[in-house]
């Protein structure tokens, strides 16, 4: 099926859009803008490139993506975003390419990315995550699948937001968040480990008990963060989640909120 595009788009020859597509009014489509199929632009939707986008996503109206860095030191080089598959844009959401020649902003697939939520430069956004109206992130942040960035959170540059994870509304990290815990507060802590997103996902029940118990070595004990880690190790089934949390805590370049 051919993409169906409303005569007051404006599509740039050098653009692509893909199979099944729906282009509504007054969209802007700019040149190097490669749109696959099955996408739905509502109408006033401006995309702008190099950027490459997969299959299925729906943008809303005066949505903004692709626009080059706000980053000071960008001086025009060629910087790229690549988006994945099925994800949502709500209005007025704001996704930038990288800052330096090369680089790239990169988001997953199957994103619902609510009304004013931003992603900066050079961020990694992973798969199934969920912006909350006005979260936003600054550049170089990591946000793991299946996170949840909670309304008017705003996260500091070079922060790690790590799988299942969720912030409160209105938090300010300033620091990693480690898989599987909540973080809440200006400026934030973690506050307990996200029970509701280990059920809602099927998580074992030894994998719950697992998690809280590093939960409470590591914010709850006496212990440092190594005596808590070395705790883990010893104590709790090495599962993948733990492995997971182990390493995070471990590669922190920011070190993790506590």
Known sequence: MNARIHP???IDPSAQVGEGCEVGPYCV???KVELGPECHLLHHV????PSKIGRGNRFYPFTSIGQQTQDLKYTAEPTYLEIGDGNTFREFVTVHRGTL???????GNGGNFLAYSHIAHDCIIGNNVIFSNNGTVAG?????DYAVIGGLTAIHQFCRIGAYALTGGCSKIVQDVPPFMIADGNPAKV???NKVALERHGFSEQTHRAIKEA?????????NLQQAVEQIRSDL???PEITQLIAFVTNSPRGIIK
């Open 140 to 144: 170089h942040v990591e946000v793991g």
């Open 8 to 10: 007051t788009a404006i």
């Open 46 to 49: 401006s995309l702008s490139g």
């Open 237 to 239: 089934p090495e599962t």
């Open 215 to 223: 939960y409470r070595l590591i914010y709850r004990s006496a212990l």
């Open 191 to 193: 506050r307990s480990y």
């Open 29 to 31: 489509i700019g040149p």
């Open 101 to 107: 020649p090369e680089t790239v902003t990169r988001i």
